[in-house]
């Protein structure tokens, strides 16, 4: 178990730099939409801690995976529960998602969408791979026992 914590906090810290350069093209779309005009020292301190903290967690979560006694499903709604707990904070915080239940209503789907076609193409390419790699060991294991 310490040694998944370990690998959480590496992966979290790894990834947390990302944040404010997200957080910084965040800004400017929204600037070039006309949607913000000027920042608040407050606002943008929430917006840099918050996506910081974010990029910690998403960075970190992907550990579940690894930890060999958690069954494929339990971590997949582990992991997609915990980002989606911390996306929708982060966004109410932030001030970038009304309090109500039809905004966040529409998030939900819009997060459980994105997040089942991300899993589509992961795994059409690990089934593509897995497939190619099979074939290749059964090539292997024929042209073996042809010697």
């Excluded at 910081?52 to 960075?59: D, H, I, Q, R, Y």
Aim: glycine share 10%.
């Amino acid at each position: 178990m310490r040694k998944h914590v370990l690998d959480f906090i590496r992966k979290g810290l790894t990834a947390c730099g990302f944040g404010p350069p997200v957080l910084a093209v965040l800004y400017l779309i929204l600037q070039k939409q006309g949607v913000v005009e000027l920042l608040t020292v407050h606002e943008v301190c929430l917006g840099i801690f918050s996506l910081t903290a974010l990029a910690f967690v998403a960075g970190g979560m992907n550990v579940v995976y690894r930890i060999e006694r958690l069954p494929l499903m339990w971590a997949i709604l582990l992991h997609g529960g915990v980002l989606y707990g911390c996306y929708l904070a982060t966004y109410l915080v932030n001030g970038w998602l009304e309090w109500g239940s039809t905004p966040i209503m529409v998030f939900s789907i819009i997060f459980v969408l994105g997040y089942l076609a991300i899993w589509a193409v992961i795994y059409t390419i690990t089934k593509r791979n897995t497939e190619r790699l099979n074939t290749m060991l059964r090539q292997k294991q024929k042209y073996t026992a042809g010697k």
